[in-house]
Antibody, heavy 118, light 112 residues
Framework: EVQLMESGGGLVQPGGSLRLSCAASGFAFSGYWMSWVRQAAGKGLEWVANINQDGSEKHYVDSVKGRFTISRDNAKNSLFLQVNSLRAEDTAVYYC???????????WGQGTLVTVSS | DVVMTQSPLSLPVTLGQPASISCRSSQSLVYSDGNTYLTWFQQRPGQSPRRLLYKVSNRDSGVPDRFSGSGSGTDFTLKISRVEAEDVGVYYCMQGTHWPHTFGQGTKLEIK
C-alpha cells in the first residue's frame, strides 16, 4: 500500500524557516517524480514544486522561487521542502504527492500545516 | 500562467439528480505528445484531494462510473449522472500541460 506521511509543519514567525519532510512507503520511491502542493485554509489548491527521480531537475511556482528548496533522499525514501523567508501568505496545509506525468497526483499524504504569524 | 476557470463555483444538487461542472483554460491543453492533460480532483470535507479523472476522461480505479469527463482544447466538463450524498465536497480541475501546473478555483457541490 502506497503511503505518504508529511511532518515538520508548525507555527513560525514571518521571515522564519521550516523543513518539511515526507516519508514514502509501499512503492519504488526512486522511480517517481514527487511534488509538494499546498492549500490555504478555505482556499484552493496550488502546486508548489516538484523534483525528478534523481533530484537533478526541479521546478517551482514563481511565488516561492528563491525561498523554497525541494530535495529528496532516495536511500531513505524521503522528500523534503526547505521553506525560508516565510510570509503570511505561505500559511497553508502542505501536501506531498506522487507525480503522474502531467496527470496530477493519485497518491497524496494527509498534509502538514504551516502557520506563519507573529 | 494558464488560468483555469470553473463554473459554477457553488452547485446545490438534489440527491439522484445530475450535476455538471465546467472548466475552461486560457490556452489549449493539447500537449506536443498529442495528449490533453486535464485532471479532475474531488476533495471531501477534511480530506486530502482525490484524483477522479485524468487526461480528460480516464476514470481512476475505485471511482464510480457515474463520474465522467469530456471536452477538448480549452473547454472541459465533469458530469455526475446521479449525485449521491458521498459526492459532497469541492471539485477542482487542473492542467498539467503547461508549467506551472494550475488549478481551477474549485466548485463546491452540496446537497439541496
Amino acid at each position: 500500500e502506497v503511503q505518504l506521511m508529511e511532518s515538520g509543519g508548525g507555527l513560525v514567525q514571518p521571515g522564519g524557516s521550516l523543513r518539511l519532510s515526507c516519508a514514502a512507503s509501499g512503492f519504488a520511491f526512486s522511480g517517481y517524480w514527487m511534488s509538494w502542493v499546498r492549500q490555504a485554509a478555505g482556499k484552493g489548491l496550488e502546486w508548489v514544486a516538484n523534483i525528478n527521480q534523481d533530484g537533478s531537475e526541479k521546478h517551482y511556482v514563481d511565488s516561492v522561487k528563491g525561498r523554497f528548496t525541494i530535495s529528496r533522499d532516495n536511500a531513505k525514501n524521503s522528500l523534503f521542502l526547505q521553506v525560508n523567508s516565510l510570509r503570511a501568505e505561505d500559511t497553508a496545509v502542505y501536501y506531498c504527492a506522487r507525480d503522474a506525468a502531467g496527470s496530477g497526483w493519485f497518491y497524496w499524504g494527509q498534509g502538514t500545516l504551516v502557520t506563519v504569524s507573529s | 500562467d494558464v488560468v483555469m476557470t470553473q463554473s459554477p463555483l457553488s452547485l446545490p444538487v438534489t440527491l439522484g439528480q445530475p450535476a455538471s461542472i465546467s472548466c475552461r483554460s486560457s490556452q489549449s491543453l493539447v500537449y506536443s505528445d498529442g495528449n490533453t492533460y486535464l485532471t479532475w480532483f474531488q476533495q471531501r470535507p477534511g480530506q486530502s484531494p482525490r484524483r477522479l479523472l485524468y487526461k480528460v476522461s480516464n476514470r481512476d480505479s475505485g471511482v464510480p462510473d457515474r463520474f465522467s469527463g469530456s471536452g477538448s482544447g480549452t473547454d472541459f466538463t465533469l458530469k455526475i449522472s446521479r449525485v449521491e450524498a458521498e459526492d459532497v465536497g469541492v471539485y477542482y480541475c487542473m492542467q498539467g500541460t503547461h508549467w506551472p501546473h494550475t488549478f481551477g478555483q474549485g466548485t463546491k457541490l452540496e446537497i439541496k
